[in-house]
């Protein structure tokens, strides 16, 4: 079964930021989309992109990982994967139904400096939502430009390619 990249950027940023340029260059078979308007608006798209596909590798980022939370719990049948850098779980807009947990793998990068979303609060709430965490706090902001270039997107995307430069 084919899988498929998605990246979901956050509330102030685009698919031109800097994570969704490097998913673009590194990842083109990545759905890298731009979302707009409020959180119902940008839900519909997602579900409008995502309505064929499956097999699922969701990287959210900040609102985006809100976003990537919210499908998966309407749709966990259909992802594979979370990844979630500095996820803003706390919002009101994370409507879950109460007491619903992910049974599959979810890896969190947050940064111990983050001024926009409290990294111990989203912590509190990752380790009841989702049974299977690998939780990283990281010395970085909200941002993570000091993080997110060395990771390693090629194993954390689950692809065979090596990286050239």
């Known amino acids: 079964m084919k899988k498929t990249l998605v990246f979901i950027h956050g509330l102030e940023s685009t698919a031109r930021g800097t994570k969704g340029q490097y998913f673009q260059k590194h990842f083109p078979e990545m759905i890298v989309e731009d979302f707009s308007g409020n959180f119902a608006a940008r839900m519909g798209k997602l579900n409008y992109i995502l309505e064929e596909k499956e097999n699922l590798i969701i990287v959210g980022s900040s609102y985006g990982g809100t976003i990537a939370v919210q499908y998966t719990g309407e749709n966990e049948e259909k992802v594979r994967k979370l990844i979630l850098l500095a996820p803003a779980l706390g919002i009101p807009e994370l409507s879950l139904a109460a007491g619903k947990i992910f049974n599959i ?9 983050d001024n926009v979303v409290d990294p111990y609060t ?7 939502l989702f049974v299977h965490l690998e939780h990283h706090l990281v010395d970085d902001d909200h941002s993570l430009h000091k993080t997110f270039p060395c ?3 090629f194993k954390l995307l ?8």
């Open 122 to 128: 989203v912590k509190h709430i990752a380790q009841k």
């Open 158 to 165: 689950e692809t065979q390619r090596f990286k050239n430069s």
């Open 151 to 153: 990771l390693n997107w």
């Open 105 to 113: 793998p979810v890896i969190l990068y947050h940064g111990t400096k």
